[in-house]
Each structure stands twice: as C-alpha cells, then as structure tokens.
C-alpha cells in the first residue's frame, strides 16, 4: 500500500482572510506594520494546518512480475476479489458472510501463488477459467435474490441451495491451493532423496553420523 497524503485547502483560504482583513483594519506604512501583517499570516496559517491536516489516502499498488500474461491473471484475480468483498458488504446474515470470506480469503492466495511460482500459471489462468466465473455467477444471483425483499418458495430454497453449494466451493478451492503445492512438494522431496543418498555414500547418516 502506498500512503498519499492529499493537503487541506482551509490554512490557505484561511490566511488569505486574515491578511485581507487585516490590510482593510491596519495601516501598512511601516516595515513592523509589514512584520506583523505576514506575522499574523504565518500565525493562522500554521494554527489551521494543524486543525486542518488534510487526508491520508492508502493506495494499492498493483503487483507486477514483467511477464505480461501473469500480470494480466494477477489483474483478474484482484477484480474478482474485489467484485466478492462488494458483495459481502451487501450480503447479510453471519453464516452466508462467513462462507464468501473464506472463498476469498483462498482466491486470493490461489492467484498470488503465481507470484512466488511462475510454473503454477497454467493452473492457475485454468482455476479463472472454469471454476471462478460460476463462483461469481452464484454469489450475484444470491445477493440478487436476497435483495428481493421478499419470501417465497423459489426464493427461499436457491438461497439455501447458494449457501450449501458455497461450502462445496471452498473445500474444492483449498484443494485447488493445496494442488499448486504438487510441484514444490516433488522438487523438495528430490532434494531429500538426493541429499540422503549423499550422506548415506558418506558415511554420515545414523550412527556414522558425527
């Protein structure tokens, strides 16, 4: 996040009065009378940027890797992420909120896997494809049919079809997340297998080791 901090206007009009005022009440003959023109300027001015700070703004900076097409996924993820957190801001009732917070909460790191493993692309850029648009289409026709503002049969029974299908969602995304990790776990685990047979040619596993 990056921090932009926008300045209030209110000290500079606010100077600008009192000096205005102050040069139709006073005469400005003399040097003082000058000196205490801008004195009393300086004075207002200082007095209200420190009533007045202005506002901080937190901007997010989007992440980039230079690989044009992983930029262009990491982009969609972050809309579809933020398309869900409008919704869950409309949505009510605790359980259903819960549910779409733990899909994105796991969207997110599906699409920041990319980032720290460029090989997860395909499966990734393929999550975005096929299982993330329905997600979305779901959680819209829920907010929609919620918004309704009324009961009814139809009504009643998609909703709680929506909300049971969401706890199918999450458990197939972790296993989404946890399939990127498929690849990491083989490399490590040749690493392990490599560095036992090293120790082992050795003489250093056991009780050789010393």
Same mark, same amino acid.
């Given at each position: 996040m990056k921090e932009i901090r926008h300045k209030s206007v209110v000290p500079y009009y606010g100077a600008a009065v009192v000096l205005i005022l102050y040069a139709l009440l006073f005469?400005?003959?003399?040097?003082?009378?000058?000196?205490?023109?801008?004195?009393? #300027?300086?004075?207002?001015?200082?007095?209200?940027?420190?009533?007045?700070? #202005?506002?901080?703004?937190?901007?997010?900076?989007?992440?980039?890797?230079?690989?044009?097409d992983t930029d262009a996924l990491l982009r969609? #993820?972050?809309?579809?992420?933020?398309?869900?957190?409008?919704?869950?801001?409309?949505?009510?009732?605790?359980a259903v909120r819960e549910k779409i917070f733990a899909i994105i909460e796991v969207t997110d790191k599906i699409f920041k896997d990319v980032i720290e493993d460029p090989t997860d692309y395909k499966q990734v850029r393929r999550f975005a494809d096929f299982y993330l648009p329905t997600t979305m289409k779901l959680l819209h026709a829920y907010d929609r049919?919620?918004?309704?503002?009324?009961? #009814?049969?139809?009504?009643?029974?998609?909703?709680?079809?929506?909300?049971?299908?969401?706890? @199918?969602?999450?458990?197939?995304?972790?296993k989404q997340y946890d399939a990127l990790?498929?690849? @990491?776990?083989?490399?490590?685990?040749t690493d392990i297998i490599v560095l036992e047979s090293m120790l082992k040619k050795e003489g250093l596993t056991g009780s050789d080791f010393n």
């Open positions: 005469p400005l003959y003399r040097i003082g009378d000058y000196l205490l023109f801008l004195g009393a #300027g300086c004075v207002v001015f200082f007095a209200l940027r420190k009533a007045f700070p #202005g506002k901080v703004e937190h901007v997010k900076i989007p992440v980039t890797t230079g690989d044009t969609e #993820g972050e809309t579809a992420v933020s398309e869900m957190t409008k919704l869950l801001d409309t949505i009510k009732g605790k049919f919620a918004r309704s503002g009324t009961d #009814g049969e139809h009504i009643d029974a998609t909703l709680a079809r929506i909300e049971d299908a969401l706890d @199918q969602i999450h458990a197939s995304y972790l990790f498929k690849n @990491q776990a083989l490399d490590i685990e």
